[in-house]
C-alpha cells in the first residue's frame, strides 16, 4: 500500500530509498566516532587550554575525554527543568498564561 500523501507523478528521490537513509546515518555514527577519537588523542597529547597552569585544580576535569560535550548536554537539560519550573512553580502559572489570554 503506496502513502496518500506521497504524490504519484512525483519521481523517487535519493533518500526515498531506505538502504540511502541508513547509509546517512551510519556516515553519522562513523563522524562521531572519528570526533570522540580525535578528542582522546587531543586530550592525552596536550592541555585543551594552556593558559591554565598544571597546578590549577580544574584541568584534571577538564581533561576527561568528551567532557565539553557533556557538560553541554547536562546545561541543556538543566535548562530545560529550569523552564518547566519557570512554567509552572506548585501548581501556580508564573510565566503560562491561559490560552485565551489575549482575548479577555
Request: aromatic share 16%; net charge positive.
Given at each position: 500500500?503506496?502513502?496518500?500523501?506521497?504524490?504519484?507523478?512525483?519521481?523517487?528521490?535519493?533518500?526515498?530509498?531506505?538502504?540511502?537513509?541508513?547509509?546517512?546515518?551510519r556516515g553519522f555514527y562513523?563522524?562521531?566516532?572519528?570526533?570522540?577519537?580525535?578528542?582522546?588523542?587531543?586530550?592525552?597529547?596536550?592541555?585543551?587550554?594552556?593558559?591554565?597552569?598544571?597546578?590549577?585544580?580544574?584541568?584534571?576535569l577538564e581533561t576527561l575525554?568528551?567532557?565539553?560535550?557533556?557538560?553541554?548536554?547536562?546545561?541543556?537539560?538543566?535548562?530545560?527543568?529550569?523552564?518547566?519550573?519557570?512554567?509552572?512553580?506548585?501548581?501556580?502559572?508564573?510565566?503560562?498564561?491561559?490560552?485565551?489570554?489575549?482575548?479577555?
Amino acid at each position: 500500500m503506496s502513502n496518500p500523501k506521497q504524490n504519484l507523478d512525483e519521481p523517487k528521490r535519493w533518500l526515498d530509498e531506505p538502504q540511502n537513509v541508513r547509509k546517512i546515518i551510519r556516515g553519522f555514527y562513523w563522524l562521531c566516532g572519528l570526533v570522540v577519537v580525535a578528542d582522546l588523542v587531543f586530550t592525552v597529547g596536550w592541555h585543551k587550554h594552556a593558559a591554565f597552569a598544571e597546578e590549577f585544580s580544574l584541568r584534571s576535569l577538564e581533561t576527561l575525554p568528551a567532557f565539553y560535550g557533556i557538560y553541554g548536554f547536562l546545561a541543556c537539560v538543566a535548562l530545560v527543568y529550569v523552564s518547566k519550573l519557570m512554567r509552572d512553580w506548585k501548581g501556580k502559572k508564573t510565566l503560562m498564561r491561559d490560552e485565551d489570554y489575549w482575548d479577555k
